[in-house]
T-cell receptor, first 114, second 111 residues
């Protein structure tokens, strides 16, 4: 069965330090991988995606993610965290095509301390 | 840029009542998805439509139905509401199977 795991419920980082939010997936075939961010009482905002090609994907607000097929991981990274990055981050996977539904991880709360 | 519009933003209903949630996709997007996010939970896929036809179905209760209209907007109809239906309901739209963009959500509270 398809699944996405975000092993950390919460990640704490000081402002200005690099951040990593982890995601691993367990799916067959060639999945599409996504990161979305959710601010309190707001919808999900698209950050970036990996479909094919370069394993390092750059997205919005300075975020990037690296697709690692051998480790089945798609970790989200940012070189220098901002307090305004504090939010709930969801990793998601889909297969595209007719079954394009997103399967989400359980989310990781990122807390950036000033 | 235009975003996905959902209405209403908040809805309070009594048990056993009926609710209708509306979703207006980004212009030129032909695919609509509905997700349900319970408190402290990740979003769960309910149903999707492509070109006004149902394209996929997830864990949507039989009490719920949905459709996509000729102008591509979609409505999620929920009947015999239960306390457990209280959640945030998101609509997302895409151009075919491209990236899904989410609306702000409708927060449904069932009393």
């Amino acid at each position: 069965a398809q699944s996405v795991a975000q092993p950390e419920d919460q990640v704490n980082v000081a402002e200005g330090n690099p951040l990593t939010v982890k995601c691993t997936y367990s799916v067959s075939g060639n999945p599409y991988l996504f990161w979305y961010v959710q601010y309190p009482n707001r919808g999900l905002q698209f950050l970036l995606k990996y479909i094919t090609g370069d394993n390092l994907v750059k997205g919005s607000y300075g975020f990037e993610a690296e697709f690692n097929k051998s480790q089945t991981s798609f970790h989200l990274k940012k070189p220098s965290a901002l307090v305004s990055d504090s939010a709930l981050y969801f990793c998601a996977v889909s297969y595209g095509g007719a079954t394009n539904k997103l399967i989400f991880g359980t989310g990781t709360l990122l807390a950036v301390q000033p | 840029a235009a975003g996905v519009i959902q209405s209403p933003r908040h809805l309070i209903k009594e048990k056993r009542e009926t609710a209708t949630l509306k979703c207006y996709p980004i212009p030129r997007h032909d695919t609509v998805y509905w997700y349900q996010q319970g408190p402290g939970q990740d979003p769960q896929f309910l149903i999707s439509f492509y070109e006004k036809m149902q394209s996929d179905k997830g864990s949507i209760p039989d009490r719920f139905s949905a459709q996509q209209f000729s102008d591509y907007h979609s409505e999620l109809n929920m009947s015999s509401l239960e306390l457990g239906d209280s959640a945030l309901y998101f609509c997302a739209s895409s151009f075919y199977t491209d990236t899904q963009y989410f609306g702000p959500g409708t927060r449904l509270t069932v009393l």
